[in-house]
């Protein structure tokens, strides 16, 4: 299966929004992605939760890397954070919706490494530093 780049968005920004000390059920979570099938929500989840980008408080399913609707999810990790602080900016996702023209054809990694390059151009230009001098957000 194929992940859906919008989706796995979207469920990271919902994911942050969970308050300090509350969780949410993958099953919750379909509710709110409604746009969404449950079936790709609950699979980009476990590869988030199997990766390290959410926080999955318990393992009800009997592989303990797949979810199920009723897993809770606490909120996303820092390596979640460090994730979606490079897609967040709609001017940025939009941008590289727009000009890159395989864009459904990149996973979402793919995708967050170019708008970490597109970040530190911006920012480099507002510091006035050389364009090149990049920082590699992947090392972590």
């Keep these: ?14 994911t942050e929004k969970i308050p ?11 509710n709110k992605l409604n746009d969404f099938s449950e079936e790709e929500i609950i699979f980009i989840a476990t590869i988030f939760n199997h990766e390290r980008y959410i926080t ?12 199920s609707r009723y897993n809770r999810i606490k909120g996303l990790s820092e390596r979640g ?5 490079l897609i967040r900016s709609d001017e ?3 941008l590289m919706k ?16 170019i708008a970490g390059k597109i ?6 230009k507002i510091f006035d530093l050389p364009e090149n001098n990049l920082v590699d957000y992947f090392n972590w």
């Design 20 to 30: 300090y000390g509350q969780v949410i059920t993958v099953d919750e979570l379909c």
């Design 98 to 113: 727009n000009k890159i023209d395989n864009f459904n054809d990149l996973s979402i990694f793919t995708i967050s490494s």
């Design 56 to 67: 999955v408080i318990d393992k009800i399913s009997y592989d303990e890397n797949d979810l």
């Design 81 to 85: 954070y460090k994730l979606l602080d």
């Design 1 to 14: 299966m194929r992940i859906n780049n919008e989706c796995a968005r979207k469920i990271l920004i919902e």
């Design 119 to 124: 970040i530190n151009t911006k920012h480099n």
């Design 92 to 94: 940025i996702w939009n």
